[in-house]
């Protein structure tokens, strides 16, 4: 019979990992608080181990691979570590903007270096902006993750005038009780997704 601790110990290691991702990379930005309110979600939720992957620590250059990506023949050392650190989740919230009717140009990039890492693993989007909070660089993004075989849930998390919910004092992030609940149903969906395609990335070859 296993004790306590055992079976602690097993419902941990059996949670399927997620990783949070921050988009935007430029210097005055403001995801970071973003990303930061969003990994707090999933700590609530406790249905995960999670990560916080912020790329402007990441700080890819614009691809350079001389191969395919689905080759998985990596030339570069950037490369081989953005490789591994995705390779990680199974499952990722993406954590975008809005520019120009779209998403940041790095998360694109991030995205295009990549093909099997993606495969078969859901994705929530928690997108932010003015008063369409993020949601065309969404709709743009869907097909992409598409395309790498990733499943684009339809629960996320819209924050229009997401400036209003940063605190002038504190500098904390807080946009309210709609969008936290909404981050639960997103993850509530992640989870079950994550755990369905468990058997294809099991299948996936190395």
Same mark, same amino acid.
């Given at each position: 019979?296993?004790?306590?601790?055992?079976?602690?110990?097993?419902?941990?290691?059996?949670?399927p990992h997620?990783?949070?991702?921050?988009?935007?990379t430029?210097?005055?930005?403001?995801g970071?608080?973003?990303?930061?309110?969003a990994?707090?979600?999933?700590? $609530?939720? *406790?249905g995960?181990?999670?990560?916080?992957?912020?790329?402007?620590?990441? #700080? @890819?250059? +614009?691809?350079?691979? &001389?191969?395919?990506?689905?080759?998985?023949?990596?030339?570069?050392?950037?490369?081989?570590?953005?490789?591994?650190?995705?390779s990680?989740?199974?499952?990722y919230?993406?954590?975008?903007?809005?520019?120009?009717?779209?998403p940041?140009?790095a998360?694109?990039?991030?995205?295009?270096?990549?093909?099997?890492?993606?495969?078969?693993?859901?994705?929530?989007?928690?997108?932010?902006?003015?008063v $369409?909070? *993020?949601?065309r660089a969404?709709?743009l993004?869907?097909?992409?993750?598409? #395309? @790498?075989? +990733?499943?684009p849930? &339809?629960?996320?998390?819209?924050?229009?005038?997401?400036?209003?919910s940063?605190?002038?004092?504190?500098?904390?992030?807080?946009?309210g009780?709609?969008?936290?609940?909404?981050?639960?149903?997103?993850?509530d969906?992640?989870?079950r997704?994550?755990?369905?395609?468990?058997?294809?990335?099991?299948?996936?070859p190395?």
């Amino acid at each position: 019979m296993q004790s306590l601790s055992d079976l602690t110990m097993t419902d941990i290691t059996q949670k399927p990992h997620l990783q949070v991702v921050v988009a935007s990379t430029r210097p005055a930005r403001k995801g970071a608080l973003v990303g930061a309110w969003a990994l707090e979600q999933v700590r $609530a939720h *406790g249905g995960f181990t999670d990560e916080l992957v912020d790329l402007a620590e990441v #700080a @890819l250059p +614009m691809f350079d691979e &001389p191969h395919h990506p689905r080759l998985g023949r990596y030339e570069h050392a950037h490369t081989g570590a953005w490789s591994e650190l995705a390779s990680k989740a199974d499952a990722y919230v993406f954590v975008t903007p809005e520019y120009d009717h779209g998403p940041p140009a790095a998360l694109l990039n991030a995205l295009q270096y990549l093909v099997k890492e993606w495969a078969y693993k859901p994705v929530g989007f928690v997108s932010y902006g003015a008063v $369409a909070g *993020g949601t065309r660089a969404v709709q743009l993004l869907k097909p992409v993750v598409t #395309a @790498l075989r +990733m499943m684009p849930i &339809p629960e996320g998390v819209v924050i229009p005038f997401f400036t209003k919910s940063i605190d002038s004092e504190t500098g904390a992030f807080d946009p309210g009780e709609i969008q936290e609940r909404g981050a639960q149903a997103m993850l509530d969906e992640l989870k079950r997704w994550a755990e369905a395609l468990k058997s294809l990335r099991a299948g996936q070859p190395a």
